[in-house]
């Protein structure tokens, strides 16, 4: 199923199973007469795979003729990519992303599980994270990447898109902006129903630092048509630029505040005791699935490290975990 969003530009709905997300909006740029560009894929399984070509084959086009560009390394975007190309189609992804999906893609199952040990995860939690079902859906196969990065462009449909740089959400996010008419592709930089995921990541010191930074660089561009990779649009991009800021900074208050009054929590141990919102609800941390507990626990250790590297918190090794004190 796809919906047509002006001109040459099309989105293509991936359901997403088992995923708090619901969907992917996959974008389609015709070629009209050249080369077709996909925007991201979808999982590696079976609803994603035919939900995207029966998207593209109602469009009356094939990935015979599609190139692919991924804006950044998760599953959800990636998974279908290297099994979708057909011979001699680019795959454009930052430098930064593609290498590390090609390290995860090598790792075994004990990937990051030592990190988020001493986060505060039990012995329990991480034996089932370890063997998590969600595994196969990610992109197993290798694949040839064509890496961009900042001040190149793509030329598709007669939309010049220029990429743009945005790292936070992964180390190698990025963004395409079609300056002529204003659209900008977000990937998952800017949602508007819900808020990104900022977390933790090997070699990449201050992601929500980064994050931030990310979000005034993209302010500063003329959006008229803002594309993001879940949900709709609400208001200007610029207005939730601006909320997705401020919902930082209440997120730093409320830790500080509370490492303040409990000093020495894990990062764990901080997540069970902040405010969460999942569907409009505010459930109990005892009442979180493992998986989200798993992202929100990495969102507490990216504030706790912007906090860390700005001189407002600190950590030390206590007993196999890390505990945080101001």
Not at 178 to 188: H, I, N, P, Q, S
Not at 194 to 203: A, H, K, L, S
Request: include cysteine; proline fraction near 5%; glycine fraction near 10%.
């Amino acid at each position: 199923m796809y919906t047509h969003i002006e001109g040459n530009i099309y989105s293509i709905f991936v359901p997403l199973p088992e995923n708090p997300l619901k969907n992917l909006n996959a974008y389609f740029i015709m070629g009209e007469g050249g080369r077709n560009l996909l925007i991201d894929t979808g999982f590696r399984r079976d609803e994603c795979r035919e939900a995207l070509l029966e998207g593209i084959a109602e469009l009356g086009a094939s990935m015979e003729d599609t190139d692919i560009c991924l804006t950044h390394l998760h599953s959800d975007h990636t998974g279908l990519a290297a099994e979708l190309a057909a011979p001699g189609a680019k795959i454009y992804i930052s430098r930064e992303d593609g290498t590390r999906l090609e390290q995860f893609r090598q790792a075994s199952n004990s990937h990051r599980m030592d990190e988020y040990s001493r986060l505060g995860f039990s012995e329990a939690e991480i034996a089932f994270l370890r063997d998590s079902p969600m595994r196969k859906y990610n992109a197993v196969q290798k694949a040839d990447f064509s890496f961009i990065g900042e001040g190149d462009a793509l030329e598709y449909g007669g939309r010049r898109l220029r990429v743009i740089s945005t790292p936070g959400h992964t180390p190698g996010h990025i963004c395409l902006y079609d300056r002529e008419d204003k659209v900008m592709f977000l990937g998952d930089h800017v949602l508007f129903d819900i808020t990104p995921n900022i977390t933790t990541w090997p070699g990449f010191e201050d992601p929500l630092g980064k994050y931030v930074h990310s979000l005034m660089d993209v302010s500063i561009f003329d959006v008229r048509l803002p594309l993001p990779a879940h949900r709709g649009v609400k208001g200007s991009m610029s207005e939730r630029i601006g909320a997705i800021i401020e919902h930082h900074g209440v997120r730093i208050r409320e830790m500080l505040d509370i490492l303040t009054a409990e000093p020495g929590l894990t990062a764990y141990e901080l997540s069970g005791k902040m405010t969460w919102r999942v569907r409009g609800k505010s459930p109990s941390w005892a009442d979180f699935p493992l998986q989200q507990k798993w992202f929100a626990v990495g969102e507490t250790a990216a504030h706790l490290e912007y906090l860390t590297v700005r001189g407002r918190a600190y950590r030390k090794p206590e007993g196999g975990v890390w505990r945080y004190y101001t």
